[in-house]
């Protein structure tokens, strides 16, 4: 995929502050974060816990409303929570009640209010099946393992095709191996979408598997942007030739280096 194919949209942060608190008490999260997003990018952000990258993101999906400054998708104004921005959580924000497959429906019913149960139901099967979770389409959330149940999260957001898709440390409390499938699993979405990513990840090697650029905000209060990482390798990628270019160890190095130097070494970063 090249950047000039994309389907996402663009994302600009322009001289980005927020400010929790009233005036006795106030608390600078973030300030002037400037960063623009090219259509299709996969940009991670990286950083201390409680240097605000959720609160960032939170801006982008209209969860929460910029102080100062502002954040565009496709040069308009976001203003408040909308289908051209889905968002992937830690904890998978599944409807319990629900089965993986209408909880994928969910969302295709409210984006597609005239189409047919039969079609809605036919397309959150197809997207299940293309995470690999065809014979589970009608299992619950409480029958599904971790793994199993981001799967759903990520086949819920991505069936409606959104131009700009966020992760909030979507893979943070899974084991090693699910998490490196579901790396895949995303990558291969992304490219056949061909969205706008943007990632919290505390995972330093799963930022540079993944990214285009990986952001590295300085620690907070105050947070802003410290660093922007440019990651050169071509797409796809395989993990193990990865990790043996010498680049690549440069890269993870550099990133430890700029955390260390923010905090020290109670960085929880690996």
Same mark, same amino acid.
């Given at each position: 995929m090249t950047l000039s194919e994309a389907q996402g949209l663009g994302v600009e942060f322009l001289n980005l502050g927020?400010?929790?608190? !009233? @005036? &006795? !008490? %106030?608390?600078?999260?973030?300030?002037? $974060?400037?960063? +623009?997003?090219?259509?299709? &990018?996969?940009?991670?952000v990286i950083g201390h816990s409680g240097c605000g990258k959720s609160t960032l993101l939170n801006t982008l999906s209209g969860f929460e409303k910029a102080s100062s400054g502002s954040v565009l998708v496709g =040069? $308009?104004?976001?203003? !408040?929570?909308?289908?051209?921005?889905?968002?992937?959580?830690?904890?998978? +924000?599944?409807l319990p009640w629900k089965s993986a497959l209408n909880n994928v429906a969910l969302g295709l019913r409210a984006i597609n209010p005239n189409d047919s149960k039969k079609k809605i139901l036919a397309d959150a099967e197809a997207m299940l099946e293309?995470?690999?979770?065809?014979? +589970? $389409?009608?299992?619950?959330p409480n029958e599904l393992s971790g793994g199993m149940r981001q799967r759903v999260?990520?086949?819920?957001?991505?069936?409606?095709?959104?131009?700009?898709?966020?992760? =909030?440390?979507?893979?943070?409390?899974?084991? #090693?191996?699910? @998490? *490196?499938?579901? %790396? &895949? *699993?995303?990558?291969?979405?992304?490219?056949? %979408?061909?969205?706008?990513?943007?990632?919290?990840?505390?995972?330093? =090697? &799963?930022?540079?598997?993944?990214?285009?650029?990986?952001?590295?905000?300085?620690?907070?209060?105050?947070?802003?942007?410290? *660093? $922007?990482?440019?990651?050169?390798?071509?797409? #796809?990628?395989?993990?193990?030739?990865?990790?043996?270019? %010498?680049?690549y160890g440069k890269l993870r190095n550099r990133a430890l280096e700029f955390l260390f130097e923010s905090q020290g070494e109670g960085s929880n970063l690996s």
């Amino acid at each position: 995929m090249t950047l000039s194919e994309a389907q996402g949209l663009g994302v600009e942060f322009l001289n980005l502050g927020k400010i929790f608190g !009233s @005036k &006795e !008490s %106030q608390v600078v999260v973030l300030q002037e $974060i400037n960063l +623009s997003v090219a259509p299709g &990018e996969f940009v991670c952000v990286i950083g201390h816990s409680g240097c605000g990258k959720s609160t960032l993101l939170n801006t982008l999906s209209g969860f929460e409303k910029a102080s100062s400054g502002s954040v565009l998708v496709g =040069d $308009i104004p976001v203003q !408040s929570p909308g289908p051209d921005r889905m968002v992937v959580f830690q904890n998978y +924000s599944l409807l319990p009640w629900k089965s993986a497959l209408n909880n994928v429906a969910l969302g295709l019913r409210a984006i597609n209010p005239n189409d047919s149960k039969k079609k809605i139901l036919a397309d959150a099967e197809a997207m299940l099946e293309i995470v690999g979770l065809g014979d +589970s $389409i009608h299992l619950f959330p409480n029958e599904l393992s971790g793994g199993m149940r981001q799967r759903v999260a990520i086949a819920r957001a991505m069936a409606i095709k959104p131009p700009v898709l966020i992760l =909030d440390e979507p893979f943070g409390a899974l084991d #090693p191996i699910t @998490k *490196e499938e579901l %790396q &895949e *699993e995303l990558l291969a979405l992304w490219r056949q %979408q061909r969205c706008t990513v943007l990632m919290i990840t505390h995972d330093i =090697d &799963e930022a540079l598997f993944l990214a285009d650029r990986v952001v590295m905000l300085t620690n907070g209060p105050a947070a802003t942007i410290g *660093e $922007i990482l440019e990651i050169p390798f071509n797409r #796809p990628r395989d993990r193990d030739e990865l990790t043996r270019d %010498q680049r690549y160890g440069k890269l993870r190095n550099r990133a430890l280096e700029f955390l260390f130097e923010s905090q020290g070494e109670g960085s929880n970063l690996s």
